[in-house]
């Protein structure tokens, strides 16, 4: 049964979940407007840019679901999914699972984005496999710390080696679907890599290397 890996954000979905998260937690007025959204937008612009300091980073985005108790998460967190996620959705990329699943491949989420925010996301493809960065708990706290290796760049690599070594996968004939030259080292590792609306970096890799290019939004 070979491997049919997607990434989430600007993948299976037309937006960044993590961003998109931190928008809502302003609009809500849970997070300070001027400071969080200033860091908010940085951090997002270094991303795309391959510069994150993802440690950094998780320690911005994972502050508020330290700061606040559970139900008050959940709460905002389905709304969050109604509201910020659902309009996001790319139909195209429902379809794109859905043909997977029929031929019989194990689906796989990936994504640098926090099981918290993603989880249920994962779910609405009716995925139930994800491998995501893992914020730490302590009973019913996150404490702001993250546990275990991110799951971004290399980290995704490591992390799928991981999995795979649990469940007896292997990378033969496997896929791998991201928009982003920070996939790039997962990209390099699997049998078909695949560019969905990529970013100017990934496509110029997926030109020259004669790698397929796909796009899932409804406007192309």
Not at 121 to 135: K, M, N, Q, W, Y
């Given at each position: 049964m070979p491997l049919a890996i997607f990434d989430l954000d600007n993948t299976l979905i037309a937006g960044d979940s993590d961003y998109l998260w931190g928008r809502y937690l302003i609009a809500q007025g849970v997070v300070d407007r001027d400071q969080y959204e200033e860091l908010n937008d940085r951090f997002y612009r270094d991303y795309r840019e391959g510069r994150l300091d993802i440690r950094a980073f998780l320690g911005f985005a994972l502050a508020p679901l330290r700061d606040h108790p559970l139900p008050d998460l959940l709460l905002w967190r389905s709304r969050f999914l109604c509201e910020m996620?659902?309009?996001?959705?790319?139909?195209?990329?429902?379809?794109?699972?859905?043909?997977?699943?029929?031929?019989?491949?194990?689906?796989?989420?990936?994504?640098?984005?926090?099981?918290?925010?993603?989880?249920?996301?994962?779910?609405?493809?009716?995925?139930?496999?994800?491998?995501?960065?893992?914020?730490?708990?302590?009973?019913?706290?996150?404490?702001?710390?993250?546990?275990?290796?991110?799951?971004?760049?290399?980290?995704?690599?490591?992390?799928?080696?991981?999995?795979?070594?649990?469940?007896?996968?292997?990378?033969?004939?496997?896929?791998?679907?991201s928009d982003s030259h920070n996939d790039l080292p997962l990209l390099e590792r699997v049998t078909h890599p695949v560019a969905v609306d990529p970013d100017p970096r990934l496509r110029a890799c997926a030109e020259s290397r004669g790698w397929r290019i796909l796009s899932l939004r409804d406007e192309v």
């Open positions: 996620i659902e309009p996001v959705v790319l139909p195209r990329a429902l379809a794109l699972v859905e043909h997977h699943r029929q031929r019989g491949d194990r689906l796989l989420i990936i994504t640098a984005t926090n099981e918290f925010v993603t989880g249920p996301i994962a779910e609405r493809f009716g995925i139930s496999d994800l491998i995501a960065t893992v914020p730490e708990r302590r009973e019913d706290r996150f404490t702001g710390e993250v546990a275990g290796v991110p799951a971004f760049r290399e980290g995704k690599v490591s992390r799928l080696e991981e999995w795979m070594t649990d469940t007896g996968y292997d990378l033969a004939d496997s896929t791998f679907y």
